[in-house]
């Protein structure tokens, strides 16, 4: 009986914790930090507080506070988690979403009170057509570009005809509709996978083997994808059909798949190695910082989210109720990207350069994703003619 | 060929259920136990493998110090909380497992973080092997089929033609009877969980090179084995098996060949969606059916 | 009844008239944010106590209650999604459908018992998680946003936080009302006669399986509310909200706060909700906690909050 009370007590002190009065820069973060997707989340997190520490923890003289909410890859605890922080935690700004899903069920919550939020991950083709809004913008890429890019580059390597396998969720669908419209070969079989249960790929494997196709396309993020690659590797197709992947390899699921992935290339709007000193700076104090790891094309985007916050809280000397102001100076893309410079469309989505990315042993005998050509300049979404906005 | 291949696939992945369904049968039908938790076991037997593989640098090796390691957590787990659930309502063992399937996961992330881990194959297992001529499959996939088999014919010789299997069946039919027969059913209890546990963890690093190791990972594969030993019959070995064989088949040929069977009256697209979710219920509808004729389930162990 | 004064009662009474200030804490501290989590955790305490309905007071475990909270709100967020907005039309669809879900499931089910019943009630929910999954025209494993909440006409703006706080707040205490009811009625006598002994109602000639399913349609029908005011709450609706795992939670928080309790699912989802929120500000570990904790209330404390509190009045 004691403890129910001391326990009520507790959660009514927590719960009625006022907000830090003190004049700071609020940031509210969600991201997934449990479950099986959580080492996303941590990398997003880590590259978050690396642009910090770039920006010395302070903007425009201000001290910033990062409030960190677990979405659990749910949707409506995403929404619930959004609600907090500009409710309760009364954040400027509102960055992270992984994932599709989640990001499209907060999104209304952000809008409807004017609060910025900015998009490391997700990029469904609402968000860039008809939800596009004044108040989001994306430090990524619109679900279909990447895949876009994919599509391109197998008709520049000659590949006549294509097996795609995906998940069968929106992203999957855009992401198999996205190398169909810009490949120009065959489509000979087009399967969909069940998602996230399904992780055996024997039946799929099979039909693509028996398909003669000669390519196989498939989109299977985080552990999916290493799942893919080892049956793919142990049915012995490797040897038989290439395979060509998007958001399949990255840093994370590069030390699981290991030899499987070598050789196969990739599309990504940023990779560990590309040549600009932002980049450099970026990738080498991320290793210093947190070592065993390596950044991933979500902290990449993470970090970039900091500077375009960086970015347009300078502008307004950090009165953050100048909105309009703010909204300006982040359509500019005015900071020093660690992808390299990119522009902003009118529907606040990257229009940016995509790579082809492949995996090669580096100087240590270690697997590490290289950057082998650009495969598209200036790639801007197929949806941006939907956006009412301007 | 497609046929004989895809068979394979069904057969295997049916052959892996069993040896999931085969520990929870035991522990369902001996001690009337529903144990929410044996996912987690599953899920402790790959992280087990993948860590002893990874220390001892061989994968035979880490294999049997991780089947140990689930026996002993089996029975950690049912000395020090589960036995205090026998006789319990099922929906309070329900809900106590249910707490654990929480905790592992949580305690997983503590100890491996959430990245998950990698149990790679030695060579001699990642290449395809002609089993027909014409027809290649996977070695380790082969494997698979192997092992359980084994341990399918082991079960059956342990529990039809000892003495101990005696004990276990008789424990399934009527528990009173063998512990007012003076047998230490304290500890014929703590076995079988032990076993179940066992067997458990050797179906999760049986499946941990081909598919994953990962938080969460027993708990889709749950429900499927429970689906299983009620299409089966609770208790029932011989049930599992044959309703495992059946529910892998199902979801494998469903997959297989539905999409194309229902593009032929949908749209592309339609049925490109449909599919996968048609194939996942097909089980679900199976199970259904079964319960609604034939409550019992198909192969029922037999009672008094 | 008689209404006694112990200390369940007044605890009971002390949350429920917490309950009924809560908005006007909310205004005075300016703390927006314990109203939205309380909204949340009102519906939540509705489709507990339907669940408590019968588990508690039918002796049916069912382990799929997480599908009507699916199927309300999908109800609602369909119709919203072809353009019809209207709560009049949204609401009394969902709680159709629901009933009907629950007719056709439940005749089937009932065949069954014990294990079987909660496996049963399992694959069933699960089914319809595959597929809500497999609707792509409604977002299909995306979920579907709503961008208009019900709305019903003039009478009651759902947009307002307080005015849906207090429809929340109308439908728990309505939902509970009912159920106090019902398991008071010579109906609800003979459902929890059956539950403690099923042959014995059978031979005085009480058709059993024709009361428990009668009493398994209202379950799920007040779930299938809490659904549509979930969906209104969120603005949003996905398969992920009916996975197995949300109906263990349900279970969970009946439990917590006493099966067989007439307020007991109400402190148990207050109390697993909040929990929840507090450990997860303490720690990104919290399930480390709350695992253990449930096991352990399950093995030591079988009444729940409530029965603790029951105990304590005797002791």
């Known amino acids: 009986m004691k403890k129910t009370f001391w326990l009520a007590g507790a959660m009514a002190l927590a719960l009625a914790q006022p907000a830090l009065g003190a004049d700071s820069i609020k940031i509210g973060f969600v991201s997934t930090f449990s479950g099986p997707t959580a080492a996303i989340g941590n990398d997003m997190r880590n590259s978050f507080e690396l642009a910090l520490d770039h920006l010395g923890r302070k903007i425009d003289g201000k001290p910033v506070e990062v409030i960190y909410e677990d979405d659990g890859q749910k949707p409506d605890v995403g929404k619930q988690k959004t609600e907090k922080l500009i409710q309760s935690d009364k954040v400027d700004f509102i960055v992270g979403y992984i994932w599709s899903n989640v990001l499209l069920a907060s999104l209304k919550t952000a809008v409807d009170s004017k609060t910025f939020l900015i998009s490391a991950n997700a990029g469904p083709s609402q968000l860039a057509g008809e939800l596009c809004s004044p108040y989001v913008f994306s430090t990524s890429w619109q679900n279909d570009q990447t895949p876009q890019a994919m599509g391109t580059y197998m008709n520049q390597k000659g590949v006549k005809s294509v097996f795609l396998i995906g998940p069968n969720y929106a992203a999957g669908k855009d992401m198999l509709a996205g190398v169909k419209s810009t490949f120009k070969g065959q489509v000979v079989g087009e399967e969909y996978t069940v998602w996230p249960s399904q992780l055996d790929f024997s039946a799929e494997l099979t039909k693509a083997k028996n398909s003669k196709a000669d390519s196989i396309f498939v989109f299977y993020p985080g552990a999916a994808g290493v799942q893919f690659l080892n049956q793919y590797a142990q049915a012995g197709i490797k040897a038989q059909i290439p395979l060509y992947t998007a958001f399949t390899i ?18 990504q709007q940023w990779v560990n190695d590309l040549p600009n000193p932002e980049n450099k700076k970026f990738v080498e104090d991320y290793r210093k910082k947190y070592p065993n790891l390596r950044p991933t094309f979500y902290g990449a985007q993470s970090y970039d989210a900091a500077q375009l916050i960086n970015s347009a809280v300078v502008a307004v000397k950090g009165d953050t109720t100048k909105k309009d ?18 522009k902003y469309g009118k529907n606040h989505i990257p229009i940016q350069n995509f790579y082809l990315q492949d995996v090669v042993k580096d100087a240590d005998g270690q697997l590490a994703l290289k ?20 | 060929m497609v046929l004989v291949e895809q068979s394979l696939n069904g057969l295997q992945f049916g052959l892996l259920l069993f040896l999931l369904a085969a520990g929870l049968t035991l522990v369902f039908g001996i001690m009337d136990f529903v144990n929410l938790a044996h996912g987690s076991l599953y899920m402790m037997g790959a992280y087990f493998a993948a860590t002893f593989t990874a220390w001892t640098g061989s994968f035979i090796l880490g294999v049997l110090l991780a089947l140990g390691a689930t026996l002993l957590l089996g029975i950690a787990l049912e000395f020090v909380a589960l036995r205090h659930l026998y006789g319990r309502d099922h929906l309070d ?8 399937i929480l905790f592992f996961n949580d305690a997983v992330r503590l100890i491996w973080g959430p990245a998950g881990l990698a149990l790679p194959l030695p060579a001699w297992l990642t290449v395809p092997v002609q089993i027909i001529p014409g027809v290649y499959y996977p070695a380790y996939r082969l494997s698979i089929i192997i092992v359980a088999l084994a341990v399918a014919a082991l079960l059956y010789v342990v529990v039809m033609r000892t003495r101990i299997g005696m004990l276990i069946r008789a424990g399934a039919s009527n528990r009173e009877m063998i512990g007012a027969l003076g047998i230490n059913i304290k500890l014929l209890f703590t076995l079988v969980f032990g076993l179940g546990a066992a067997l458990a963890g050797l179906a999760g690093l049986m499946q941990a090179p081909i598919l994953t190791v990962q938080i969460g990972m027993g708990e889709n594969i749950l429900i499927l084995a429970f689906v299983i030993i009620v299409i089966g019959g609770i208790g029932s070995i011989r049930g599992a098996f044959l309703a495992a064989i059946f529910v892998g088949m199902i979801d494998t040929l469903g997959r297989a060949f539905l999409p194309d069977l229902l593009r032929m009256v949908l749209s592309s697209a339609a049925a490109s969606t449909a599919a996968p979710a048609l194939s996942s219920m097909l089980i679900y509808l199976l199970m259904a059916i079964v319960l609604v004729v034939r409550p019992e389930g198909l192969f029922p162990a037999a009672k008094r | 009844m008689k209404l006694q004064i112990n200390t ?3 605890v009971v009474a002390l949350v429920a008239a917490g309950l009924v200030v809560l908005p006007l ?42 599908a009507y ?40 089910s009932l065949r069954t018992r014990g294990v079987y019943f909660i496996m049963i009630t399992l694959a069933f929910a699960q089914m319809a998680y595959y597929i809500a999954s497999g609707m792509s025209r409604y977002g299909g494993d995306d979920g579907l946003t709503i961008y208009k909440r019900s709305s019903f006409g003039g009478l009651i703006d759902l947009s307002n936080r307080v005015q849906f706080y207090y429809l929340c707040l109308g439908c728990l205490f309505g939902g509970i009302y009912l159920i106090w009811r019902i398991i008071n009625s010579r109906f609800g006598l003979v459902v929890q006669g059956i539950r403690s002994n099923e042959q014995r109602m059978q031979a005085i000639g009480y058709h059993a399986n024709r ?32 996975y197995w795992t949300r109906s263990g939670e349900l279970m969970v928080m009946v439990v917590f706060g006493g099966m067989g309790s007439l307020f007991g699912p109400v402190i148990g989802t207050i109390f697993f909700l909040l929990l929840e929120e507090l450990l997860s500000q303490f720690t990104e570990y919290w399930a480390l906690i709350m695992g253990p904790l449930l096991l352990l209330i399950v093995l030591f404390a079988r009444g729940g909050i409530m029965g603790l509190l029951g105990r304590f009045n005797r002791g």
């Open chain 1, 250 to 267: 990255d840093e994370l699921s590069l030390p699981l798949q290991k030899d499987n992935a070598l050789g196969v290339p990739g599309a």
């Open chain 1, 325 to 342: 102001a703010m909204k300006a100076e982040m359509e500019k893309a005015n900071f020093k990207s660690v992808r390299g410079p990119f």
């Open chain 1, 371 to 390: 950057t082998v050509a650009t495969i598209v300049k200036d790639s801007q979404d197929g949806f941006h003619d939907k956006c009412p906005m301007k």
């Open chain 2, 93 to 100: 063992q329900v809900l106590a497992t249910f707490g654990l």
């Open chain 3, 8 to 10: 369940s009662n007044v």
């Open chain 3, 25 to 66: 804490y909310s205004q005075l501290t300016g703390n927006i944010f314990i109203l939205t989590l309380f909204t949340r955790i009102i519906i939540f305490a509705l489709a507990a106590a339907s669940l408590n309905l019968i588990m508690g007071y039918g002796g049916m475990m069912s382990f799929g209650h997480a």
């Open chain 3, 69 to 108: 909270l699916g199927i309300g709100g999908y109800a609602v967020g369909i119709l919203a999604h072809e353009g019809i907005g209207s709560g009049f039309i949204q609401w009394p669809v969902a709680l159709a459908v629901s009933a009907l879900y629950a007719l056709v499931i439940g005749a089937l």
């Open chain 3, 211 to 242: 009361y428990r399913l009668v009493c398994f349609v209202i379950s799920g029908t007040i779930c299938g509310l809490a659904g549509a005011l979930l969906a209104n709450n969120t603005d949003f609706i996905s398969p992920a909200g009916m």
